[in-house]
């Protein structure tokens, strides 16, 4: 596809349960960032790959939540034993060059989720 | 500290209206870069424009306007003539260029137009 895509689109979980989320970066993107958007706010960054390394993760909020990149292309963000206040949409962002400070994100449509 | 500041949470606007969105942002370096994103109801970030520190030249992309003030440490937005397809929810933010990979967003400003 032409643009970042993240699934599930929508994902409801109990307390407790462990949820992987899914990002597809534009193809041959290098840099890819995990942000976290609360009801009403705006974006919080959480991690960024180059590649396959992670280069910073001083976002997560816990040692919960758990990023990949392994072949550096799709990143799976994972977060264990779940708690309410993960309820979030997360959102997908990445980008064609290294050096990130200047050049343009591309997000995904995010994925809504909701702890019970 | 909030590093992007933006007041104004809710605006509503008649159609074809002017309307101007404020931010007002954290100054730490010289070199920093300043964008404004929209999020519509679909949530995809859509981006808008991207400035440095060192160009304080205002832009004008059709009805889209760009204030940049240093003085201020303002990055206001201007749509002129607004349209319905104009509500959204929009962002400034904030990227350092020693820390770039870290992205300041503004809580947002969710934009109505009414018909």
């Known amino acids: 596809g032409a643009g970042v895509s993240q699934s599930p689109r929508y994902k409801v979980a109990k307390r407790g349960q462990d949820v992987a989320l899914r990002c597809d970066p534009i193809?041959?993107?290098?840099?890819l960032f995990w942000y976290q958007q609360a009801l009403g706010q705006g974006p919080e960054f959480l991690t960024y790959f180059q590649n396959e390394a992670q280069l910073d993760k001083s976002g997560l909020p816990s040692d919960r939540f758990f990023a990949e990149r392994p072949e550096g292309s799709v990143s799976t963000l994972k977060i264990q034993r779940t708690q309410q206040e993960d309820s979030a949409v997360y959102l997908c962002?990445?980008?064609?060059?290294?050096?990130?400070?200047?050049?343009?994100?591309?997000f995904g449509p995010g994925t809504r989720l909701t702890v019970l | 500290a909030q590093k992007v500041t933006q007041a104004q949470t809710e605006i509503s606007v008649v159609e074809k209206e002017d309307v101007t969105l404020d931010c007002v942002y954290e100054t730490r370096d010289t070199t920093y870069y300043l964008f404004w994103y929209k999020q519509p109801p679909s949530g995809e970030l859509v981006f808008l424009i991207r400035?440095?520190?060192?160009?304080?030249q205002n832009e004008i992309s059709g009805r889209y306007s760009w204030n940049f003030q240093k003085s201020t440490s303002s990055f206001n937005f201007t749509i002129t003539a607004s349209q319905v397809v104009d509500s959204a929810v929009y962002f400034c933010a904030l990227r350092y260029s020693n820390t770039g990979n870290q992205f300041y967003f503004g809580t947002g400003t969710s934009l109505t137009v009414i018909p």
């Open positions: 962002a990445s980008s064609a060059y290294t050096w990130v400070a200047y050049n343009e994100q591309f």
């Open positions: 193809s041959g993107h290098v840099s």
């Open positions: 400035r440095n520190s060192f160009d304080e």
